[in-house]
T-cell receptor, first 113, second 112 residues
Framework: DAKTTQPNSMESNEEEPVHLPCNHS???????IHWYRQLPSQGPEYVIH???SNVNNRMASLAIAEDRKSSTLILHRATLRDAAVYYC??????????????FGTGTRLTVIP | ETGVTQTPRHLVMGMTNKKSLKCEQH?????MYWYKQSAKKPLELMFV???????ENNSVPSRFSPECPNSSHLFLHLHTLQPEDSALYLC???????????FGPGTRLLVL
């Protein structure tokens, strides 16, 4: 059973916002929600992370449900360079757990010009 | 830009060869990770070192042997591999165990 579940693929038009969902119903109280993305022929890169409150940075925003069982990565204006596989993972600093560092298959985002 | 480097970037080896993958991080991090990414499977965590001690070993076959001589360097020693071990091997580091990870570009391994 997957620790996080994401849609296999999504499409977005260029310059439009994108909402990438992630379910993590077995999240524990100390688990942070991390998002990474992997561009073609590259290693994954960090996008954003959060614990309970919504977070914003220069790349994206992270909206976390009140019960923390789901989250949404928001790209405010998709560009062609945002086409990548997006991974949602759980991690608990300093503490190993069954949920943790499970990348799954991610969501492949296609951006249409 | 990345503070995590991996060498070699590409490697072809026979099943009887012995080779090593090297990872180096210049970020002052205390935790380092090895992942395997196959074409048909999700990214799989293999090993984790924190403060130079192995803290996770996710049922990886003994033909893969990690080594962490100091907090900046991580090796993956390979011997008698199988063709199904062909994959992209990714190294990552983080300030502390399970904190935000920074990945290297990976080593693409082909076992013949």
């Amino acid at each position: 059973d997957a620790k996080t579940t994401q849609p296999n693929s999504m499409e977005s038009n260029e310059e439009e916002p994108v909402h990438l969902p992630c379910n993590h119903s077995t999240i524990s109280g100390t688990d942070y929600i991390h998002w990474y993305r992997q561009l073609p022929s590259q290693g994954p890169e960090y996008v954003i992370h959060g614990l309970t409150s919504n977070v914003n940075n220069r790349m994206a925003s992270l909206a976390i449900a009140e019960d923390r069982k789901s989250s949404t990565l928001i790209l405010h204006r998709a560009t062609l360079r945002d086409a990548a596989v997006y991974y949602c993972i759980l991690s608990s600093p300093g503490r190993p757990g069954a949920n943790n560092l499970f990348f799954g298959t991610g969501t492949r985002l296609t951006v249409i010009p | 830009e990345t503070g995590v480097t991996q060498t070699p970037r590409h490697l072809v080896m026979g099943m009887t060869n012995k080779k090593s993958l090297k990872c180096e991080q210049h970020l002052g991090h205390n935790a380092m990770y090895w992942y395997k990414q196959s074409a048909k499977k999700p990214l799989e965590l293999m090993f984790v070192y924190s403060l130079e001690e192995r803290v996770e070993n996710n049922s990886v076959p003994s033909r893969f042997s990690p080594e962490c001589p100091n907090s900046s360097h991580l090796f993956l020693h390979l011997h008698t591999l199988q063709p199904e071990d062909s994959a992209l091997y990714l190294c990552a580091s983080s300030p502390g165990y399970q904190e935000t990870q920074y990945f290297g570009p990976g080593t693409r391994l082909l076992v013949l």
